[in-house]
């Protein structure tokens, strides 16, 4: 059983910067896609970035294209989710998720989750 726990979120403002981190575990296995989800209030919960453990392609959603960076510290089994240039409309709950195989945008698609970290972007 993977157990993902998410940390980083806080206020920032808008242009600011946060950092989330998710860290597993039981470590991470090469056939993993890590991922980012987000909900904002009233919506529904969408693709925000993704990655494969073991290669370096990266996926992201138009929103946040050139301002959010997936990356991955393998010696501490930690993938990260840098925010920069954050906007208002970034406010949501950030969900770390995990599968076996490759990166897919939907959240049914995840077997794991982690329990959330809230965003807050203030004007």
């Known amino acids: 059983q993977v157990q993902l726990v998410e940390s980083g979120g806080g206020l920032a403002q808008a242009g600011g910067t946060l950092r989330l981190s998710c860290s597993s575990s039981s470590g991470w296995f090469n056939n993993y896609a890590v991922a980012w989800f987000r909900q904002a209030a009233g919506k529904e919960r969408e693709f925000v970035s993704g990655?494969?453990?073991?290669?370096?392609?990266?996926f992201y959603t138009n929103s946040v294209k050139g301002r959010f960076t997936i990356s991955r510290d393998s010696a501490k089994s930690t993938v990260y989710l840098q925010m920069t240039s954050l906007k208002v409309e970034d406010t949501a709950v950030y969900y770390c998720?995990?599968?076996?195989?490759?990166?897919?945008?939907?959240?049914?698609?995840?077997?794991?989750w982690g329990q959330g970290t809230q965003v807050s972007v203030s004007s």
């Open positions: 990655m494969r453990w073991s290669d370096e392609d990266r």
């Open positions: 998720a995990a599968r076996g195989g490759g990166v897919l945008l939907t959240e049914a698609s995840y077997n794991y």
